[in-house]
């Protein structure tokens, strides 16, 4: 079991940044993939980004390359989620979630057993 915490979301402007944190618990965390998804309400939970265990491979949406960046440090049990230059259309509810996986990083949502309750973002126009 890995239990998966989230922070840093809030209200921004658009053109803002934020840096969301993930801290991981209850198993090794350096044994799991992690990424970060987002969901708007009615619609379904979309792949953000990912990141290998080891960290070294990464794999952004394309609505975020070159505005966000997903990192990893292994020996605070944490994922972070840098987004910068933010818009409104990236209003949603952020998720961690993670799976013991070799290889990676990986995008599909069912990859994935274990999930954070979710940090708001709200970009304001």
């Known amino acids: 079991q890995v239990q998966l915490v989230e922070s840093g979301g809030g209200l921004v402007q658009a053109g803002g940044s934020l840096r969301l944190s993930c801290a991981a618990s209850?198993?090794?965390?350096?044994?799991?993939?992690m990424g970060w998804f987002r969901q708007v309400p009615g619609e379904e939970r979309e792949f953000v980004a990912s990141?290998?265990?080891?960290?070294?491979?990464?794999d952004y949406a394309d609505s975020v390359k070159g505005r966000f960046t997903i990192s990893r440090d292994n020996a605070k049990d944490t994922v972070y989620l840098q987004m910068n230059s933010l818009r409104p259309e990236d209003t949603a509810v952020y998720y961690c979630?993670?799976?013991?996986?070799?290889?990676?990083?990986?995008?599909?949502?069912?990859?994935?057993?274990?999930w954070g309750q979710g940090t708001q973002v709200t970009v304001s126009s």
């Open positions: 979630a993670a799976d013991y996986q070799r290889g990676g990083p990986f995008r599909p949502r069912t990859t994935y057993g274990y």
């Open positions: 209850g198993r090794t965390f350096s044994d799991y993939a």
């Open positions: 990141i290998a265990r080891a960290g070294s491979g990464t």
